[in-house]
């Protein structure tokens, strides 16, 4: 369920439609309150139903921890969108970069422990997490 769902909105990333409407949507956010409350209505949508397949994925997770979790995964999903979008330097590998950002994810949720300041993982530095990766040698 998590894998579906985070590669449906990352895939749509490199849509005309997302690549153009939501920059657009979030700059008319910065200067009209109507749309800013929208939009942020609209994203905790998004975060709910992510923390959903959060917790599912790690039952063990406390409820701040799951929405800490649904906030970073939705913007580091949605961060992508300049660089993979539709036209841009990177779409051609947006694929691959999808892989390596749920391979992060699902290591993140499901060593994330229940209670802590951030959802960090059992028994992993950033330097072991990323050699799991494969990004250092």
């Given amino acids: 369920e998590f894998r579906e769902f ?17 920059p657009e949507l979030w700059s008319l956010a910065n200067h009209d309150p109507q749309v800013a409350e929208h939009m942020e ?57 999808l892989e390596m950002a749920m391979q992060g994810f699902l290591l993140l949720i499901r060593d994330a422990q229940a209670g802590s300041e951030v959802a960090r993982p059992q028994g992993r530095d950033a330097a072991g997490l990323l050699h799991k990766l494969g990004r250092l040698n």
């Fill in 6 to 22: 985070i590669s449906h909105v990352f895939l749509d990333l490199g849509s005309r439609r997302t690549t153009v409407c939501f």
């Fill in 41 to 97: 209505r609209m994203y905790q949508r998004y975060r709910e139903v992510l923390g959903g397949a959060i917790a599912r994925l790690n039952p063990a997770l406390d409820q701040p921890t799951v929405r800490r979790l649904a906030l970073f995964v939705s913007a580091s999903v949605e961060g992508h969108g300049m660089f993979v979008g539709h036209g841009r330097p990177w779409q051609g590998q947006i694929r691959e970069l």
